[in-house]
């Protein structure tokens, strides 16, 4: 039973109201239980003495959320998460458990469709690997632009590239002939133990990889700076640069170290680019994404819905799955537009 339903609100929108209040804190805020049961409570409480409802005490759930999070929940906690309350450990967690799962749909797709043996040659393993990888290798980009590794994220990005395209040459040249035959629940059974690895391993230890160490070295610390505005709060590269060229002046005329003058990179880098104008970058970036991911996910369905057939399951899931993609990308284009003609007016 969660928070919101223990308190026993009278009114169903006023519950409503409060449950939309707990999950934002809880995803995007990463609120602790106590602090999330304390809010809510003085929310019922304000209700019950006043007969109104929440939302005309405290205003849209969302925004009272957000407001919470500011007021209650400390800069340091606030600044180890990105836009999604998410650490980089975290964000890198997620990502391999989302593409263990999608083996496990693969796999049981391809058992109900093809049966219980698969047949394995050169082309198909080249092929398998480097999807596998460069999936591997976007998720690792993901973890470093969110910890602001911006050098880093770039290496992984080529990797992936260079890991999908020496896929694909491989998979266009080498034999396809059987090599050996393999029971298909094996790919379910991988994305599984891919998806318990990725939840298993501790976050706080991929956190401590992307963290570069900066006590003492200034330049390192600034340097750290610039990339947590570009990759964690979606900063232009030119604004981040100008941000950091001033606060070097300033280190230059006090001669004070970096972390003395101001303090933890991540806190100082959140308060540079809070604003109205952070969230329109994040949801500008999220929307790239989705784009990117959209091109993608099509393109890889295209061939599979080209070898499918009409009866089969795989083809109305691959069908169902990239209309769904497109759909979804086509109506956030659409919001965005509709956002940006109302701000011009």
Known sequence: MTTTNKLGWTREEDETWAAVVELRLTLDQQASADLIHQVLAEAHDAVTE???????????????????????????????????GLTPGERLTASLATLGLAGVVVGVLRWIDGGLWADAGWSSIAAFTAVVLTAVLTSAVLAAR???????????????????????????????????????????????????????????????WFTPGLRGDDERWLSHV??????????????????????????????DRAEEAFGSAEVYAMRLAEGPRRERRLARRKLYGVTALTVLV?????????????????????????????????RAWIKESASRGRSAS
């Open 50 to 84: 006043t007969g109104r409802t929440p939302h005309d005490l405290f205003g849209d759930p969302v925004a009272y959320a957000r407001s919470v999070a500011a007021e209650r929940i400390g800069e340091e906690d606030r600044a180890r998460v990105d836009a999604q």
């Open 298 to 330: 099509v393109s890889l369905f295209t061939d599979e819905l080209r070898d499918a057939d009409l009866s089969s399951p795989r083809f109305w899931f691959y069908a169902g799955a990239a209309a769904y993609w497109v759909w979804h990308t086509a």
């Open 146 to 208: 969110a910890a602001g590794r911006i050098t880093g994220s770039w290496l992984f990005a080529s990797a992936a590239l260079v890991t999908l395209g020496g896929g694909a040459t491989a998979a266009a040249f080498l034999p396809d002939e059987p090599l050996f035959t393999f029971p298909v629940p094996a790919l379910a059974v991988a994305g599984v133990a891919l998806s318990a690895a990725a939840v298993a391993f501790p976050d706080a230890t991929v956190d401590r």
């Open 226 to 255: 610039e990339g947590l505005l570009r990759g964690r709060h979606a900063m232009p590269a030119a604004q981040a640069r100008a941000h950091v060229r001033e606060a070097r002046q300033h280190l230059a005329a006090s001669g």
